[in-house]
């Protein structure tokens, strides 16, 4: 059953990188997320959330590829390839291919939670 809910929670948190949903982000990411990007940067939930609400972070599309998940007790650890196509405020349009690193946590209400995320370029 978690398994499940874990896959459904990552096809939530896919297509609201898509359309930049604020509402989906907020339900989805834990107050306390940490968002890793390849580049460095680090964002907690807040900033996470305005940088697709801006604009400045804006997927176009989305693949994801080879996930694993294992879980433990409240907390599930998600591996997958990333491809994605961006165009990102004042940056040319491109083609990313980058490893992802989830975690997931287990909220008292039931749902389950974004807590963090790493990204690393992919080769």
Do not use: C
Not at 16 to 34: G, H, P, V, W
Not at 39 to 46: C, I, P, R, V, W
């Amino acid at each position: 059953m978690d398994q499940h809910e874990i896959e459904k929670a990552v096809e939530v948190l896919r297509k609201a990188m898509i359309t930049s949903d604020e509402a989906s982000f907020n339900k989805l990411a834990s107050d306390k997320l940490t968002y890793g990007h390849s580049g460095g940067k680090m964002q907690n939930k807040a900033q996470f959330i305005e940088s697709f609400v801006s604009g400045a972070s804006v997927f176009v599309s989305i693949d994801i590829s080879e996930q694993q998940i294992t879980i433990q007790d409240n907390t599930a650890i998600v591996r997958h390839i990333l491809s994605a196509e961006t165009n990102d405020k004042g940056k040319a349009p491109a083609p990313i291919k980058l490893h992802i690193l989830l975690v997931w946590v287990k909220a008292a209400s039931g749902h389950w939670q974004l807590l963090a995320r790493q990204a690393v370029k992919a080769s």
